[in-house]
């Protein structure tokens, strides 16, 4: 009968150079993996940000319908950046003042970039047959840009009758 050597008992374990590489390999992953979430995380608050805005807008639109009277979104501090107010603006200046009811409200607190043309940089009013207006009654229609770092941009166009329809914008459009 032959014998058979019993294995070293040292011999357990992995190396310190098996560990470092499996280390390194883990971090590599894990860098690549963090990246891809912040990307991700950018693009899904850019889209809850502009369905929120665009969820205004038809709250907006309708009040003014079922009410019929002056509804405005209003920037609040004066930014879009900052959020927004939908209110009752009987004096009908797209601005909210003391005493206006407030029917909702959205703060944005991301490193996002809210802008819009022409006249909505100031305000988007809703006239009492549901239409967006000015404040001396013109017709409005324009645009909002939402922009965020490490995501396409989205823009949302409302026409004059205060359909607001999506558009997303490649990558780079907001540098």
């Not at 940000?49 to 907006?60: C, T």
């Amino acid at each position: 009968m032959k014998a058979y050597p019993r294995p070293r008992q040292g011999r357990r374990g992995v190396s310190l150079v098996s560990a470092l590489l499996a280390m390194g390999l883990a971090a590599a992953m894990m860098g690549a993996a963090m990246a891809s979430w912040s990307a991700m995380i950018a693009r899904q608050t850019g889209m809850a940000v502009s369905s929120q805005l665009r969820s205004h807008l038809a709250l907006a639109r309708t009040a003014a319908l079922s009410r019929a009277e002056a509804v405005a979104l209003s920037p609040r501090q004066g930014h879009w950046r900052h959020g927004w107010r939908v209110h009752l603006d009987p004096n009908r200046n797209g601005r909210w003042d003391a005493g206006e009811d407030v029917l909702a409200e959205h703060a944005v607190a991301s490193p996002l970039t809210l802008t819009a043309n022409g006249v909505m940089q100031h305000y988007v009013l809703f006239g009492p047959e549901g239409r967006p207006v000015q404040s001396n009654g013109a017709l409005l229609a324009g645009t909002f840009t939402l922009c965020l770092p490490q995501a396409s941009a989205v823009r949302l166009v409302m026409n004059a009758t205060g359909r607001v329809r999506t558009e997303t914008l490649p990558a780079g459009t907001c540098l």
